[in-house]
């Protein structure tokens, strides 16, 4: 069985500060690992992914992520938040093998103030 | 490439009807879901196909139906609406299992009165 645990529902920024969203997972396999974004009435995005390559993963707009299978973590970073960065983020679990079906977290609304 | 269409965008439906999301995509992708997402959670899974003819129970499959004739199209059918049925449907394709990234469709939101 695999799970994912979002530690916050929501988090609040200012702009040009950093961000840390923070995602634990359960997995008995070799998991991979996604990190959505979802903008208000929108579908979701693909900001980066782990897939037992590098634990460091850069993902689009500046988004990255470290694997840390010792702590069973994949939190998302950014060194500086933009306006335009505030949306809900799901951390996801799949197994590697299987038919990739995917476990979501709950989501972290971002939230970025002026 | 279009990716994955769904149709209709938005849907009122009354207690007791039926109706039938359509799902396509063009990217000859062997893989497909249906998951439904609740205010405040995560996306569910209600259903998966493996391929044309292949289909699977996911972990939310009660009031719902899929079929998969064709690679390219995968339609969830709801049967005697129900109001815990309001939600937001997205489905998804993939090329292949293992390191690959699901492509989601931009959603249908289904409300239930």
């Known amino acids: 069985a695999q799970s994912v645990t979002q530690l916050d529902s929501h988090v609040s920024v200012s702009e040009g500060t950093p961000v840390l969203l923070r995602c634990n997972y359960s997995?008995?396999?070799?998991?991979?690992l996604f990190w959505y974004v979802q903008h208000p009435n929108k579908g979701l995005q693909l900001l980066l992914k782990?897939?037992?390559?590098?634990?460091l993963v850069k993902g689009i707009n500046g988004f990255e992520a470290e694997f840390k299978k010792s702590e069973t973590s994949f939190h998302l970073t950014k060194p500086s938040a933009h306006m335009s960065d505030a949306a809900e983020y799901f951390c996801?679990?799949?197994?590697?093998?299987?038919?990739?079906?995917?476990?979501f977290g709950k989501g972290t609304m971002l939230l970025v103030s002026p | 490439n279009a990716g994955v269409t769904q149709t209709p965008k938005f849907r009122i439906l009354k207690i007791g009807q039926s109706m039938t999301l359509q799902c396509t995509q063009d990217?000859?992708?062997?893989?497909m879901y249906w998951y439904r997402q609740d205010p405040g959670m995560g996306l569910k899974l209600i259903y998966y196909?493996?391929?044309?003819?292949?289909?699977d129970k996911g972990e939310v499959p009660n009031g719902y139906n899929v079929s998969r004739s064709t690679t390219e199209d995968f339609p969830l059918r709801l049967e005697l609406a129900a109001p815990s049925q309001t939600s937001v449907y997205f489905c998804?394709?993939?090329?292949?299992?293992?390191?690959?990234?699901?492509?989601f469709g931009p959603g249908t939101r289904l409300t239930v009165t």
């Open positions: 996801v679990v799949s197994l590697s093998s299987g038919y990739s079906t995917l476990t």
């Open positions: 997995s008995s396999y070799s998991p991979s």
């Open positions: 782990y897939t037992s390559a590098a634990t």
């Open positions: 990217m000859n992708h062997n893989y």
């Open positions: 196909s493996v391929g044309a003819g292949i289909t």
């Open positions: 998804a394709s993939l090329e292949r299992t293992g390191d690959y990234e699901q492509y």
